[in-house]
């Protein structure tokens, strides 16, 4: 059976180090049940360790690209969808994030509402006690994270679109199927989008 820090390390862990590696050809990884791994950051293989993975048995490949690489004994179709051969209990908390942070709140500053360039800020500031926790930290653009400094609430003058909280994983699902990646392939919307509700 996989180990699932050792599989649920991998996928993010690339994701992470090398973003670049996932702009050619990448597959989404299915855990056994044919959800995906995570919606946040899409779990996302390289080509390169996917192909690697089917050669171990470690996945089943469910879609293919038009693309082959060959060695010198064998060519194979490069997979764009493949499902893992062994169940992945998935995390029973979320991960404090700087990602995680921004999709929680929507990728919205928690005080005005714009989107674009965010940062973050400590509701109770940490000048004043506050700590870095899920409870205490929002999303905010860089004039209301001015305008607040190391203010209270009160003396700011902001108000809070929502307080903070703690998310939980299901919840973090659901927004994180409003925010794809830039790049969906044809081939993965039936696992991205099966537990939807159908319009009549």
């Known amino acids: 059976m996989l180990d699932n ?3 649920d390390t991998d996928f993010r862990t690339q994701f992470v180090r090398d ?6 050809n990448p597959a989404l990884i299915l ?31 469910l879609a293919e690209y038009d693309e082959v690489v060959r060695s010198q004994h064998a060519a194979i179709r490069i997979p764009s969808v493949v499902v893992l051969r062994d169940y992945v209990k998935p995390r029973k908390h979320v991960a404090f994030t700087r990602f995680n942070l921004f999709l929680r709140d ?14 973050f800020d400590h509701v109770v500031p940490r000048s004043r006690g506050g700590v870095t926790s899920w409870e205490n930290v929002v999303a905010a653009c860089s004039p209301c994270n001015l305008r607040k400094a190391s203010k209270s609430l009160r003396a700011s003058g902001l108000r809070l679109k929502r307080p903070p909280r ?8 659901r927004i ?14 039936d696992y991205l989008y099966w537990d939807a509700e159908l319009e009549g």
């Open 106 to 119: 929507e990728f919205r500053c928690q005080y005005c509402g714009a989107r674009g360039e965010l940062t």
């Open 166 to 173: 703690r998310p939980g994983t299901e919840e973090m699902h």
């Open 176 to 189: 994180g199927r409003r925010f794809p990646p830039n790049h969906l392939h044809v081939s993965w919307m």
């Open 19 to 24: 973003p670049a590696a996932l702009r050619r």
């Open 31 to 61: 855990n056994a049940d044919h959800r995906p791994l995570s919606y946040y950051p899409l779990s996302l293989w390289p080509w390169q360790e996917t192909v690697k993975a089917v050669v171990l048995d470690r996945v089943a490949i």
């Open 5 to 7: 820090r050792q599989v």
